[in-house]
């Protein structure tokens, strides 16, 4: 019964290779986020979706790009992996989202590892 | 730059000693909420403080918000060793959905 649930929970890679991690949400939150923590734990938002439409694209490179089948699912691909890719991936949702922000349940991130 | 700044970065006390940690921002919110983080795990919310809100309670946590300075500070009471844990302020900046987070403090407490 988790709440934010991510897959997988450790992703070790070589750089170059292209990879997907998935995010679901069984609160029935129309918000969903993805974040990333770097090695300093300094955590920055990268995307949100609201009902499956892009609402903050921060300057992510295009490498990144989120996926959003239904709103309960948030997945993050991620095309020629870099060495500074490697930082640990959060997803969250909130119930309101857009434009005043509320409450976020974070899932239990995914810690990618390039090499 | 980041919109919240954390202090101290880390703090060290014994069980039962009370645990104030600092949270400074750059611009006008919404709210500001704040976020534990237990060693490789992911965020847990535990209080959210709107921009017309001055203090909040919630069982051992006491949070202040000064709007005049960009500042609030979360006490926890009567630490436990289980209180052991990062703590990261957010803020909702006004008019966006997008929570800022500061670089955190560690707070290691000792039974």
């Known amino acids: 019964d988790t709440a934010v649930s991510q897959t997988p929970k450790y992703l070790v890679t070589q750089m170059g290779n292209d990879k997907s991690i998935k995010c679901e949400q069984n609160l029935g939150h129309d918000t969903m986020y993805w974040y990333k923590q770097d090695s300093k734990k300094f955590l920055k938002i990268m995307f949100s979706?609201?009902?499956?439409?892009?609402?903050i694209n921060e300057t992510v490179p295009n490498r990144f790009s989120p996926k959003s089948p239904d709103k309960a699912h948030l997945n993050l691909h991620i095309n020629s992996l870099e060495l500074g890719d490697s930082a640990v991936y959060f997803c969250?949702?909130?119930?309101?989202?857009?434009?005043?922000?509320?409450?976020?349940?974070f899932g239990p991130g995914t810690r990618l590892l390039v090499l | 730059s980041q919109q919240g700044e954390e202090d101290p970065q880390a703090l060290s006390i014994q069980e039962g000693e009370n645990a104030t940690m600092n949270c400074s921002y750059k611009?006008?919110?919404?709210?500001l909420q704040w976020y534990r983080q237990n060693s490789g795990r992911g965020l847990v919310h535990l209080i959210l403080?709107?921009?017309?809100?001055r203090e909040k309670h919630s069982g051992r946590l006491r949070v202040t918000l000064d709007t005049s300075k960009k500042s609030s500070s979360l006490l926890i009471t009567a630490s436990r060793a289980a209180d052991t844990a990062s703590y990261f302020c957010a803020t909702d900046i006004y008019n966006t959905d997008k929570l800022i987070f500061g670089t955190g403090t560690r707070l290691q407490v000792f039974p």
């Open positions: 611009t006008s919110i919404n709210n």
């Open positions: 969250a949702s909130s119930q309101v989202g857009f434009p005043r922000g509320e409450t976020q349940y």
């Open positions: 403080i709107r921009s017309n809100e």
């Open positions: 979706y609201n009902n499956k439409e892009l609402i």
